[in-house]
T-cell receptor, first 115, second 113 residues
């Protein structure tokens, strides 16, 4: 149980374009979903927290107009990287938390490469 | 400011021996700690957690120890197996703000035969 999927697993896009990443909880309802970013050999950095049906809460330094997060249902959250630049190239990981639980269940991640 | 630190970027252990991964934190408000295991190109997988009201939690081959006075926790894996080879992250949170997990930088464990 507690499986989280991400799609796509790997995407290459050109500078200036937008790319959408989906995060789904497959066998549970996730009241809260999280988006992280990981640079090579670095820690996971929380970008934003989203609760179903409400606006995402962004961490300091994360541009909310650039990283659009939508949590449309209890099983789906999307991250859209708008006007992508090469410095946005990274590994993006989502996680989901079951209500009442501390643990977060992570998706497999999406590697974004912006050329 | 790195609030959760894993000072050893890598660790190499022989199969069957004990692996000890260490984690230090600076924020005394942290009261819940978790360990995650991560394979390349995959998301982290939850391993074990501990609340600050305890100093030890055990689950099979995995034991986490917490020393609050030293702001230090460690993960012991006994016996180590080749399949344990991965990057291990510790994470910390504050009760009441459990949304936010602060991750360490990870320790790459390699278990060799």
């Amino acid at each position: 149980g507690a499986v989280v999927s991400q799609h796509p697993s790997w995407v290459i896009c050109k500078s200036g374009t937008s790319v959408k990443i989906e995060c789904r909880s497959l066998d549970f309802q996730a009241t809260t979903m999280f988006w992280y970013r990981q640079f090579p050999k670095q820690s996971l950095m929380l970008m934003a927290t989203s609760n179903e049906g409400s606006k995402a809460t962004y961490e300091q330094g994360v541009e909310k107009d650039k990283f659009l997060i939508n949590h449309a249902s209890l099983t789906l959250s999307t991250l859209t990287v708008t006007s992508a630049h090469p410095e946005d190239s990274s590994f993006y990981i989502c996680s989901a938390r079951i209500k009442g639980s501390y643990e977060q269940y992570f998706g497999p991640g999406t590697r974004l490469t912006v050329t | 400011d790195q609030q959760v630190k894993q000072n050893s970027p890598s660790l190499s252990v022989q199969e069957g021996r004990i692996s000890i991964l260490n984690c230090d934190y600076t924020n005394s408000m942290f009261d819940y700690f978790l360990w995650y295991k991560k394979y390349p190109a995959e998301g982290p997988t939850f391993l074990i957690s501990i609340s600050s009201i305890k100093d030890k939690n055990e689950d099979g081959r995995f034991t986490v120890f917490l020393n609050k006075s030293a702001k230090h926790l460690s993960l012991h894996i006994v016996p180590s197996q080749p399949g344990d080879s991965a990057v291990y992250f510790c994470a910390a949170s504050v009760t009441g703000n459990t949304d936010k997990l602060i991750f360490g930088t990870g320790t790459r464990l390699q278990v060799f035969p």
